[in-house]
């Protein structure tokens, strides 16, 4: 029978004259028909062929070499798609951070000054499962069972509604070779894993804030990873070698922690600087984080300051209070070299612009230049800093790169330039002359006190360890101050030490300088904070001949031992300096000394 989807109008058209055909031969007769049919003529037998069984044999053999040949090609195919899948996968598979783990690029190794590996890749691996080749609910249910027991921190329910649907999960990431072993000897079908790079840190938490951490493409997403990333990221590029010293790091890491445990600051950061080239040895910030684990960054309406993942050394931006009045004093001498000479009555209520300028607690005698400085003043910074003028004062910050973001290699530090008055006037360069209303990062501070103690020149904070043969000329020509007043200066910080606001950062050996700064913290809306400070001390050493420079700030500080709330640096930040340069200074080569009070004593070259 023939369908009626198989039959055409042609089809019609000849069954109609065939149909013709036999009812004439009919009309015609029995007779008239059978002449009509001409007999058959007997079809001869076909020719009987032999077939050569050696021939029979190689057509065999070529036939099952393609079917060979083509059970080899679909495995190849296979294999090239478990190969590139991820590219396909990961747009189905849940995702913690985005991005393809198949385009993750190789990085150059991160290493301290010492060879130390800081940071370094390693091969990993992601763990998929393919739902569609469990065709039954209980076979996804045991695969799912049996990976819970082969990963803990694996969560079925999170995948389960995939896996009923035949999606591809991701199961985990990054896994080590040995876990996609034991995951593949489970046997489960549809259970692949691809390979990825991921980065890692050996040094843990002690130098997160300074490598800051890549993305699933290993591209760099904050600190040196994400400043350098050009440097880091070029193929085959040699290990990046910084200026830290990870020994360093870990020992001022150990004396901030104690200072805050002690004045129950809610933060801190730390800097070690070399004075003469701009060397980052060590900087510090706490509260800091797990770089393999890290918290959610803090929602944009929210307080950055407050996020373990903040930078409080190069990132926070802060009123560094009387640390100031260092500049204060060295452009005072700088304009007038005899103002050392010069004795101030009592210092009395200073009103500039209808503003009022106070001291921290009266004085009832006359005070010297030094004395002044060493008791911290801030009636007599205002007026030294008016006597020296606007145009001076701004010039000594542009000198000194305090109007400018550090450079340093951290990509959250490009924008932290110092915060000024938009308007200058004449409160304003009073009240600047004591570190009130502007607002710098604590590296920012250590740079200038490198070049107010190492001759007068100004120095770029670098995390790179420079080349002891690169030639650095044009940075030298930058001078903030003269030879004779930066002498003159390390005199005035070591008297703060030995007879003024700094006497609880003396580490005996060390000759330690340095000058206090405790400043009020600003109210979010507007004013300042009566019980909130925020306190800095600003140290060299040795001050016969500065190497380092070590800056300590403590955020929030209420030092009890005593027994009354002590907030001032004086009793909370200086501690922590004395308590550190003696764990550093060894490290950092610096030998103890035995030291007596006479004048300081200074290589002849620097005396001229």
Do not use: C
Not at 296 to 317: D, K, T, V
């Amino acid at each position: 029978m023939i369908s009626n989807a198989a039959v055409t109008p042609k089809m019609i058209g000849k069954s109609r004259s065939r149909a013709s055909k036999a009812s004439s031969a009919a009309k015609a007769g029995p007779a008239k028909g059978r002449a009509a049919r001409k007999p058959a003529s007997k079809a001869a037998p076909p020719p009987v062929r032999l077939v050569d069984p050696a021939k029979r044999a190689r057509r065999r053999m070529a036939l099952v070499a393609l079917v060979f040949l083509a059970s080899m090609a679909a495995v190849a195919t296979r294999f090239a798609d478990l190969a590139t899948r991820d590219q396909g996968l990961t747009a189905a598979a849940p995702q913690s951070g985005g991005g393809n783990s198949q385009a993750a690029r190789a990085r150059a190794s991160i290493l301290d000054r010492n060879g130390l590996t800081l940071a370094a890749d390693i091969r990993t691996y992601e763990l998929y499962l393919d739902a569609a080749q469990l065709h039954f609910a209980d076979e996804r249910e045991e695969a799912l069972h049996a990976l819970s027991g082969l990963f803990p921190d694996f969560n079925p329910e999170a995948v389960r509604e995939r896996t009923h649907r035949g999606k591809t999960v991701l199961i985990k990431r990054p896994i080590s070779p040995a876990a996609a072993q034991a995951a593949h000897n489970l046997g489960i079908p549809g259970v692949y894993y691809v390979p990825r790079v991921d980065r890692v840190y050996p040094a843990g938490r002690d130098m997160a804030h300074l490598l800051g951490w890549t993305n699933l493409q290993n591209t760099g997403m904050a600190g040196l990873e994400l400043g350098m990333e050009g440097r880091l990221s070029v193929e085959g590029a040699a290990a990046l070698e910084l200026s830290v010293d990870l020994r360093v790091q870990r020992a001022a890491l150990e004396s901030l922690n104690a200072g805050m445990a002690r004045t129950g600051a809610s933060a801190g950061a730390a800097v070690v600087l070399n004075a003469r080239n701009g060397e980052i040895r060590a900087m510090a910030s706490l509260p800091d984080y797990n770089p393999i684990d890290r918290p959610a960054p803090p929602a944009a309406n929210a307080p950055q300051e407050a996020s373990p993942l903040f930078n409080h050394a190069a990132q926070g931006r802060y009123e560094l209070g009387s640390t100031f009045k260092m500049f204060t004093w060295a452009l005072a001498l700088e304009q007038t070299p005899s103002v050392k000479d010069k004795v101030f009555d009592p210092p009395k209520p200073l009103e500039v612009d209808k503003h009022v300028i106070r001291d921290s607690h009266p004085f009832y005698q006359k005070l010297s230049f030094q004395d002044a400085f060493a008791k911290s003043s801030n009636v007599i910074a205002a007026q030294l800093a008016l006597d020296a003028g606007r145009p001076a004062q701004k010039k000594l910050f542009n000198a000194l790169g305090l109007h400018e973001p550090t450079g340093v290699e951290l990509g959250e530090a490009r924008r932290a330039a110092p915060v000024w008055n938009e308007y200058w006037s004449d409160s304003a360069t009073a009240a600047t002359a004591f570190g009130h209303g502007v607002a710098a990062t604590p590296l920012h501070l250590a740079a200038a006190m490198a070049a107010i103690v190492n001759g007068g020149v100004r120095v770029r904070p670098t995390l790179l360890k420079r080349d002891p043969q690169a030639d650095d000329s044009e940075e030298l020509q930058i001078r903030a101050i003269s030879p004779r007043t930066s002498h003159q200066m390390r005199d005035l910080l070591r008297y703060v030490v030995t007879n003024g606001t700094g006497k609880a950062a003396d580490a005996p050996g060390f000759q330690v300088g340095g000058k206090t700064g405790t400043a009020n913290k600003p109210k979010p809306g507007g004013g300042y904070y009566d019980d909130k400070v925020l306190a800095t001390f600003a140290a060299a050493f040795p001050m016969g001949a500065p190497e380092y420079v070590v800056v300590v700030m403590l955020d929030e500080p209420v030092d009890m031992s005593t027994g009354k709330p002590r907030r001032g640096a004086g009793a909370t930040a200086a501690p922590v300096v004395k308590d550190m340069i003696p764990k550093i200074a060894p490290l950092l080569g610096v030998p103890m000394q035995l030291e007596a009070r006479a004048p300081l004593k200074r290589p002849e070259a620097e005396t001229q």
